[in-house]
Structure formats: structure tokens, C-alpha cells
């Protein structure tokens, strides 16, 4: 099958270009323009001067830059942009793909609130309700939310944890935790193998708002006998899930891999 041509770029596509450029450089000259965007300087200055007109650029000493109608579209955004409203159809595409429980929570009172759920479609279910609280060093959404934070945030956070045990795979030592997050952290997703829940298995990741601090953590769980093995499929199912949660909230990171 004949490959299909990508259609030429308008006036629209330019004008886009240049906001992006603006949007990672923070100025440029109008000669800068012309070379990053690749047009003549005649259709570079046609379309600044559009631009101008409608305030997304202001020229100041030579250079361009973003006006005040991007600032007020991206206070907009903001506004609107809320993990509750971003996560949850992404949740449901995960639990659906993978026939297991994904969920969403948020740190409160220095443990995870559950506030949102998703069953897969086995009949056997890892389950709690909305609102069940869980432990930041013995739960998989709670570890993720803890390799979020920054390192010295984190150092602090383990350091006031009570580490209780659960069952007699919940790991107490705090040097293990920390060890284990920088791991995570690293890979991209945390684990949990029957530290909370004797029957359960589940994996977990951070997610960031466009501030780059954490806002959220999701986690995928299901039963030992289904998990099993399964960390390599899983894990990075949710880490690409939150990272492209992270994104629609906002958050730029470019070593990020969301989902496409």
C-alpha cells in the first residue's frame, strides 16, 4: 500500500510553531523565528503581525515573546485541569486492557485515600471501597506516591512513617524502603507483593502536576495467582498510564513515556 503524504503545512501549523518555540525558549528574535520554523522572513512577519494584533505575542527590545492572551489561556487550562477529571477515563482503558483493579488516591493525613476505582472483567477481584485508607510503606499506590517526592521530602516523609506490619511480608526497615524508591523511582513504577493484603499483588506509579510536584498515585492490583510474574507487563503499563496523566495535567518532563 502506497505510503500517504503528509499534507503541507498552513499558516495555522507556522503560527503553532512559533508559539512552541516561544513556549521552550521564552524569546526570540524575528531572524531566530525564521530559521526554527523554516519559512521565508516575509511569512514570518505576516504571522507575528497576526499575532501580535490578537495579544499572544509582544515584541519588547528585539525579541518576541508569549503575550497575555496565552497567559490567559493557560491560567484557563489550570483551572480546568483537575486529576479527577483527567485520570479516570485513562483508568478505565487500563482495567479494561488488563482485566484488573486500577485505582487512584491522594495523600491525606499522611496515608492514601482511595478516590477512584476501576474492576477489570475477572470475576475475582481485588476490592475496597472509596475513601479506604492505606499505608505509604507497605502498599504499592503508596509507594509510588513517596518515589514522587523529592529526595530530601521523601527522607523526611519515611522517616516519620510508623512502618507497621501488616503481614509477614510488610517490610519495616527504613533504609530497605528508601533503597527500594530510589529503584522505583528509577524504573518507573513501584511493586507490592502481599505487604498489606496476604492474597493481593499490585503496582504502582506517581503522578505529577504541572508544577512537578506529586499530586496522585495509581495503582493496578489483582489476586497472587494472576499477578504472578507479572511486574515486567504490568509495571510499565502504569507507569506510561500515569505519565500520560501527568501530561494532560500538565506536566512536561521529557524523560516521561506516555502512553500514545
Not at 185 to 211: H, I, K, L, M, N
Request: aromatic share 4%; charged share 25%; hydrophobic share 45%.
Amino acid at each position: 500500500m502506497a505510503r500517504a503524504e503528509a499534507a503541507p503545512k498552513g499558516a495555522l501549523d507556522r503560527a503553532l510553531e512559533i508559539l512552541e518555540v516561544l513556549t521552550m525558549r521564552g524569546s526570540a528574535t524575528t531572524a531566530e523565528l525564521v530559521e526554527a520554523v523554516g519559512v521565508s522572513r516575509s511569512a514570518v512577519y505576516r504571522l507575528v503581525e497576526r499575532l501580535e494584533a490578537a495579544e499572544y505575542l509582544v515584541l519588547a527590545d528585539g525579541q518576541w515573546r508569549l503575550g497575555p492572551a496565552v497567559a490567559r489561556m493557560a491560567m484557563a487550562a489550570v483551572q480546568n485541569t483537575d486529576v479527577m477529571v483527567v485520570a479516570p477515563p485513562l483508568l478505565r482503558e487500563l482495567a479494561q486492557r488488563t482485566g484488573e483493579t486500577v485505582s487512584l488516591g491522594v495523600l491525606s493525613g499522611g496515608e492514601i485515600v482511595f478516590v477512584f476505582r476501576e474492576s477489570g472483567h475477572h470475576a475475582v477481584q481485588v476490592r475496597s471501597e472509596l475513601g479506604a485508607r492505606r499505608p505509604l510503606h507497605a502498599t504499592a499506590v503508596g509507594k509510588a506516591f513517596l518515589a514522587g517526592l523529592e529526595p530530601a521530602r521523601r527522607a523526611e516523609t519515611i522517616e516519620r512513617l510508623s512502618m507497621e506490619s501488616f503481614t509477614e511480608a510488610t517490610d519495616t526497615d527504613r533504609g530497605r524502603l528508601a533503597a527500594a524508591l530510589d529503584e522505583a523511582r528509577e524504573r518507573g513504577w513501584t511493586e507490592e507483593y502481599a505487604e498489606f493484603d496476604p492474597a493481593s499483588t499490585c503496582f504502582g506509579a506517581p503522578v505529577f502536576d504541572q508544577s512537578g510536584a506529586v499530586a496522585a498515585a495509581i495503582s493496578i492490583a489483582g489476586p497472587n495467582s494472576r499477578m504472578d510474574g507479572r511486574g515486567a507487563e504490568l509495571g510499565p503499563l502504569v507507569a506510561a498510564t500515569a505519565a500520560t496523566v501527568s501530561h494532560r495535567l500538565g506536566y512536561t518532563d521529557r524523560t516521561a513515556a506516555p502512553l500514545r
